[in-house]
């Protein structure tokens, strides 16, 4: 008897040494593979569903260590917790704002002899953050998670993911028009990044810092016109973006690995703003550029067509909730289409699918004809520029807004040197 249950012992001992070890660690290993492909393809719900799996197996792991040896080994629990962290950025990215408050406070609510290795780092703290504030847009929480990014900054750490996710709470900042905020964070990372190497082929995380910046400027501009407009602030933004185009290799944005749909809207308001000049040949370049720079938004957005707009993951035709206006925009579900209706359509950016829509529309209907270059297709050709000035126009509020003509002057000038 002695004998037979010391052999039961070894068999249980460390996961299972003998049949069940290898089967349970390929599974998990095979589940790690789809959980990285799943990422790739930004299919969040089953990425979040094979991570969960993996969680489930880590926790099946140590439960038969304990039971085996009564005793916890720090490397499963380190291993849960990567999970753990894994989880709270894909919930994150799915606009499960609720699940990534809930993995936080299960972390928390750890037992005791847990704790010091299931505990969050300052990444998933940070996303945790961003939730919170996502769910409720309190000054408390303005200015809780603005003084969480400071206590990083102040430390010197200049660590990629956490000043890109930082960035996630400048556009944040900047959607809810807390432009000072949004501004001073912003200018606190550029600080941090400045000494970073800048190359030309892949964008540092200096110029994607930069570009954000340069958006949030763009949208008080915008939204303040009246408040902006003495503040010679269109010398200091030509300048700025040009710095920028150059590096992201023009239209193309071949180079660009900033929110490309932001990146090319940018630049449209850019040359509107300047076209309204009394210099007729450049006004009417400026204008036709600015079209050119919509259009390339929705060329280059329509490859996506069957990514939800919000969260941007890949949907089936059957699953996907299309919207009835443009027959273009497509969600996981009524709650995402109503997150980007009035904003964040272009994340960060207060353009929602609202003024969007009728712009799709119009794009859509050329798209499907433009290969037979009939007149019906050169007919939609010619209404989708007009949408797509009307968009900025009136849909984006920039008629009668315009930058100084001298400084226009002086920057295309110097461009064209």
């Not at 949408?387 to 226009?408: A, I, P, Q, R, T």
Request: with cysteine.
């Amino acid at each position: 008897m002695g004998k037979k249950s010391r052999r039961s012992n070894r068999k249980g001992h460390s996961m299972g040494q003998g049949k069940n070890r290898p089967v349970i660690l390929d599974r998990l290993l095979k589940l790690d593979e789809e959980v990285r492909e799943s990422k790739e393809n930004m299919l969040w719900s089953k990425a979040a569903h094979k991570i969960r799996e993996c969680i489930e197996i880590v926790q099946e792991i140590q439960d038969r260590i304990l039971k085996s040896t009564g005793t916890i080994e720090i490397y499963i629990l380190e291993q849960k917790a990567v999970c753990c962290m894994d989880l709270i950025r894909v919930e994150y990215n799915r606009y499960r704002f609720d699940n990534v408050l809930q993995i936080c406070n299960d972390i928390q609510m750890s037992p005791e002899n847990e704790k010091n290795v299931l505990s969050l780092d300052f990444l998933s703290k940070l996303y945790g953050q961003l939730a919170l504030l996502r769910l409720d847009v309190s000054k408390e929480n303005k200015d809780k998670i603005v003084s969480f990014i400071d206590t990083r900054i102040s430390e010197r750490i200049n660590d990629t993911y956490v000043v890109t996710t930082a960035l996630e709470a400048v556009r944040i900042l900047r959607s809810l028009k807390e432009y000072d905020a949004a501004i001073a964070l912003g200018e606190k990372l550029e600080r941090l990044t400045e000494n970073c190497e800048r190359v030309t082929s892949d964008n540092s995380i200096a110029d994607v810092v930069t570009f954000v910046n340069a958006v949030t400027h763009l949208e008080r501009y915008r939204i303040e016109y009246h408040q902006q407009v003495h503040k010679d602030f269109s010398k200091y933004f030509l300048v700025l973006v040009q710095e920028l185009f150059d590096k992201f290799d023009d239209i193309s944005g071949k180079n660009v690995i900033c929110q490309r749909d932001a990146y090319f809207m940018m630049i449209a308001q850019r040359e509107y703003l300047c076209h309204q000049i009394d210099d007729k040949q450049l006004s009417s370049q400026l204008c036709s550029n600015a079209i050119e720079y919509v259009e390339t938004y929705l060329e280059r957005a329509w490859h996506h067509e069957r990514h939800c707009f919000t969260c941007h993951e890949k949907r089936t035709t059957t699953e996907a909730l299309v919207c009835s206006g443009c027959r273009v925009a497509c969600y996981c579900s009524l709650d995402h289409q109503r997150m980007t209706w009035k904003k964040d359509a272009i994340q960060g950016m207060r353009i929602g699918h609202e003024i969007l829509c009728p712009l799709w529309k119009a794009f859509r209907k050329w798209k499907l004809v433009s290969k037979k270059g009939n007149e019906r297709a050169m007919k939609l050709r010619n209404r989708l520029d007009r949408e797509c000035l009307y968009f900025l126009s009136h849909g984006l509020g920039l008629k009668g807004k315009c930058f100084e003509e001298k400084n226009v002057h002086t920057f295309y000038q110097s461009v064209a040197e």
